[in-house]
């Protein structure tokens, strides 16, 4: 049976065909290209209007490679999704910002044909036999790396080398050795990078438990840390093998409601807080971050119980505190001034204290001022009769009379009494021994002589037989006076002139 094309579908392929002819080819276009999905905004030239996902031959910062096309970013261009310059900055702003592979170094040269489509399915096919000669080569000069992956381009300009460390991810290797041996072989620009295992897993990963394709291959292009208090905060199952993915990590995927679990955990109330429910106020128990779901122990029946969170009053008022019955006062004893009762000047609170009632206030006498002792200003506890006003054998003195250097902090003197000096305090022994000397200026008397011959036999005061005497020893007899001097004058008379 032949099939006939209805007419309302040939005016709609007419409608078509001269929208298309109105648009203009695009200015600048947005590729991804490379093995590790790199995205790039070049300039484009040439006179077709290629739309998304047509393949395209471009020269990027690396060489000439194959690369497709997303979307344009000018206006009135051959793709019906293109988006505006601004949208795709903000794009890349949410999704990574400076650690976004996003490259604006290259030109679009030409759309694919089928040439290049050749050439590129005979790359994609020796890419096994080139990472089997790179493995057998590091093996061979025993260098602890393993070569996940390689990348060669349409241009022949260079091949890529993706690989990791056996030893530790992040240990640096020394790969010299391997590209001095693989250029020889290629008679090309070799090149190596070191990866880690969430790349590997973008580089030679399918299918995840989902039954998607892997995250990191599909879209994601910044590969950010995910921690295990996130999977705590979800909920979700702490086995590594459940939580894992094809890179032996924790799953990207765990990252992504984050925001939305912080948003919802801030509105709960948090444990031992205390809320107002329906059937009055209550304790919280745990609470479900999804389902908004706040677990109470009530007051009232001691039983616990969920309610909504738009049910509960976070801030419930205050409990006052129990006032006491009046039998729990016996006779004789003060009760506590109530609601009624005045309180005396400059005791007014704000409130009823969280610890109770306040202890009963004894009666002030006619005439005393409030808040000075009956005794007097700085005067001690009371003394025993026969002993006021003198001290106890032995004791310290009464705190009235104490010197001014051991006064109690916070003490002033009467206005009237001048403070009394007591002189320098006597040293006190504590060793047992005789008792030091006293404080103050020794006088200075003559000093014994010092011994320095080291003869334990003399006294330190005895003079050597071989030393001249010392003088104003007590031991040598006083030196002669000595003799008048001679006068210039002749002998006087005795009895003088």
């Known amino acids: 049976m032949p099939i006939v094309p209805l007419p309302q579908f040939e005016e709609d392929l007419k409608a078509d065909q001269e929208a298309y002819a109105r648009l203009q080819p695009p200015k600048s276009m947005v590729v991804r ?32 490679e194959l690369c497709e096309m997303l979307t344009s970013t000018c206006p009135n261009a051959g793709c019906s999704k293109s988006v505006s310059r ?33 050439a590129q399915s005979a790359i994609e096919s020796r890419k096994h036999e080139h990472v089997r000669r790179a493995r057998e080569a590091a093996e061979r000069l025993r260098l602890p790396l393993k070569v996940v992956d390689a990348e060669e381009l349409l241009g022949g300009e260079r091949i890529t080398f993706y690989f990791t460390a056996t030893q530790d991810e992040h240990a640096r290797v020394d790969f010299r050795p391997l590209v001095m041996d693989l250029a ?13 295992a969430r790349d590997e897993a973008r580089l030679v990963a399918d299918y995840e438990k989902c039954g998607q394709h892997c995250c990191c291959k599909q879209f994601l292009k910044v590969l ?27 799953m990207c995927c765990l990252r992504y409601e984050e925001t939305t679990y912080d948003d919802l955990k801030k509105r709960l109330p948090k444990k031992k807080t205390r809320v107002m429910t329906p059937d009055g106020p209550g304790l919280v128990l745990d609470s479900q971050i999804l389902t908004q779901l706040v677990l109470v ?6 039983e616990s119980a969920a309610y909504p969170l738009e049910n509960l009053d976070l801030n419930p008022p205050p409990t006052p505190p129990a006032r006491p019955s009046p039998a729990a006062h016996p006779p004789g004893t003060a009760e506590a001034p109530g609601e009624d009762d005045e309180a005396p000047p400059g005791d007014a609170g704000p409130g009823p204290s969280p610890r109770g009632p306040a202890p009963a206030r004894r009666p002030q006498p006619p005439g005393q001022p409030h808040g000075q002792h009956p ?37 002033q003197p009467p206005p009237n009494q001048p403070p009394r000096d007591r002189g320098p305090t006597a040293p006190r022994n504590f060793g047992g021994g005789p008792p030091p000397p006293p404080h103050g200026p020794q006088p200075q008397g003559p000093r014994p002589p010092r011994n320095f011959g080291g003869d334990p036999q003399r006294p330190a005061n005895q003079q050597r037989p071989d030393q001249p005497p010392r003088a104003g020893d007590a031991s040598s007899p006083p030196p002669p006076p000595p003799p008048p001097p001679p006068s210039s004058a002749g002998p006087q008379p005795e009895g003088g002139q």
Do not use: W
């Not at 290209?33 to 020269?59: H, I, N, Q, W």
């Not at 506890?381 to 051991?406: A, L, M, V």
């Open 86 to 118: 601004k949208e795709m900055l903000q794009y890349i702003e949410n999704s990574g910002g400076r650690d976004y592979p996003f490259f604006q170094e290259g030109r679009i040269l030409r759309v694919a044909t089928i040439e290049d489509l050749n």
């Open 297 to 302: 122990l009530l007051d009232s029946t001691n």
């Open 33 to 64: 290209f490379g093995v590790t999905r790199m995205v790039g905004e070049f300039f484009y030239d040439g006179d077709a209007k290629p739309g998304c996902g047509s393949k395209l031959v471009a020269r990027t910062h690396r060489g000439t």
């Open 184 to 196: 020889q072989v290629y008679r090309t620009r070799v090149e190596m990078r070191q990866i880690g």
């Open 375 to 411: 005794r007097g200003p700085h005067q001690g506890p009371p003394q025993r009769s026969g002993d006021r006003g003198q001290p106890r054998p032995g004791g310290p003195p009464p705190p009235g009379n104490r010197p001014p250097g051991n006064q109690p902090r916070g003490h």
């Open 224 to 250: 950010k840390p995910v921690s295990m208090k996130q999977a705590k905060i979800q909920k979700a199952t702490l086995d590594p093998l459940k939580i894992s993915g094809r890179c032996g990590r924790l």
